[in-house]
């Protein structure tokens, strides 16, 4: 069932970037950087329907403060309830032909804490010590990090 559902996801997502290059829409969005308690590590996450690895987040709803959004994005996409966030940047992009505006946070987790991924949105998961950080991260990411600063 869930490979259904990321074979429709995958393709929603490709008929939405059609949409997006001819409507050029402005989309709300959060991100976390997720670190071990230690402050070593980072959680990076890859998405079913989309390239490269990614801080753990998504877009704001209706009326959605930025800090409920990215608490409820972190819920859903690693079951984890974040205790305490800090606010690192406020940021602007354009990827998949959407002007986004978003914010990115930092948050903290113990690395022993289990983890559920939403198998239909999150294809996969690690934890990055800062030299072995992947080259393929979004630049929001990459920003996110090195704001973060990972010892």
Not at 31 to 58: A, F, M, P, S
Not at 75 to 97: H, N, S, Y
Request: aromatic content about 8%.
């Amino acid at each position: 069932m869930d490979l259904i559902k990321r074979i429709i996801i995958r393709i929603g997502f490709k008929m939405a970037r059609v949409a997006w290059w001819i409507s050029r829409p402005k989309s709300m969005g959060v991100g976390c950087v997720i670190k071990n308690k230690e402050g070593d590590r980072v959680l990076l996450v890859k998405n079913t329907y989309r390239q490269g690895w990614r801080l753990c987040g998504g877009g704001l709803k209706s009326g959605e403060d930025w800090e409920t959004a990215i608490r409820r994005e972190v819920w859903e996409e690693l079951g984890v309830k974040l205790r305490q966030l800090k606010f690192l940047a406020e940021i602007t992009e354009e990827e998949d032909f959407k002007a986004s505006s978003g914010k990115i946070y930092e948050g903290t987790i113990e690395e022993s804490t289990p983890l559920r991924t939403d198998p239909v949105e999150i294809k996969a998961m690690k934890w990055f010590l800062k030299k072995e950080l992947p080259k393929d991260m979004t630049a929001s990411t990459d920003l996110g990090i090195n704001l973060a600063k990972l010892h």
